[in-house]
T-cell receptor
Framework: QQQVKQSPQSLIVQKGGISIINCAYE??????FPWYQQFPGKGPALLIA?????SEKKEGRFTISFNKSAKQFSLHIMDSQPGDSATYFC?????????????FGQGTTLQVKP | NAGVTQTPKFRVLKTGQSMTLLCAQD?????MYWYRQDPGMGLRLIHY???????AKGEVPDGYNVSRLKKQNFLLGLESAAPSQTSVYFC??????????????FGDGTRLSIL
């Protein structure tokens, strides 16, 4: 019940295309869903996050879509650029807890071809 | 402002050897975490700390120990290294406030190989 399942494992997109990464969770008590971006040789960094009281959040070319009834959320990268090539992790946590623990998905390696 | 600093960056050990990975943060964060990252498995929590002098087990704690004697430092120890502990280890810290809604700040990792 603590798992977060992420797909696809890898993704190749042409420059200017839309990249879509999907995640599913089981624990309905999760109330905070961040996405992290990781470049080779670096640690993950927060990209964008959403709470379940909204269905969509957009920051620049990055959008999270959230479907509470289906227990799914996804990251959309519009107008994908070669600089977006990285590994992306979805995560979930109990925002109300006093530990701040995150449960991460398995990761998606995105390659944007020029 | 260095953020989260991990040392060493790379290390090769022989089976049965011991070592300590150091994580230091200069952001006065209360929470600190140790993860391991393996291909296809994402980031898995090893141990974490919600404040100086406190530690708790995460998802995969076996074979590891931790200490948080000072607020800014979080040490991860391997008492008797095994090949299954070959991985990239990440430390993260997070400020106090609103539980999980503050971002975790990660170091750049320690790549550890156990022969």
């Amino acid at each position: 019940q603590q798992q977060v399942k992420q797909s696809p494992q890898s993704l190749i997109v042409q420059k200017g295309g839309i990249s879509i990464i999907n995640c599913a969770y089981e624990n309905t008590a999760f109330d905070y869903f961040p996405w992290y971006q990781q470049f080779p040789g670096k640690g993950p960094a927060l990209l964008i996050a959403i709470r379940p009281d909204v269905s969509e959040k957009k920051e620049g070319r990055f959008t999270i879509s959230f479907n509470k009834s289906a227990k799914q959320f996804s990251l959309h990268i519009m107008d994908s650029q070669p600089g977006d090539s990285a590994t992306y992790f979805c995560a979930a946590s109990l925002g109300s807890s006093n530990t701040g623990k995150l449960i991460f998905g398995q990761g998606t390696t995105l390659q944007v071809k020029p | 402002n260095a953020g989260v600093t991990q040392t060493p960056k790379f290390r090769v050990l022989k089976t049965g050897q011991s070592m300590t990975l150091l994580c230091a943060q200069d952001m006065n964060h209360e929470y600190m975490y140790w993860y391991r990252q393996d291909p296809g498995m994402g980031l898995r929590l090893i141990h974490y700390s919600v404040g100086e002098g406190t530690t708790a087990k995460g998802e995969v704690p076996d074979g590891y120990n931790v200490s948080r004697l000072k607020k800014q430092n979080f040490l991860l120890g391997l008492e008797s290294a095994a090949p299954s502990q070959t991985s990239v280890y990440f430390c993260a810290s997070k400020p106090l406030g609103q539980g999980g809604n503050q971002p975790q700040h990660f170091g750049d990792g320690t790549r550890l190989s156990i022969l």
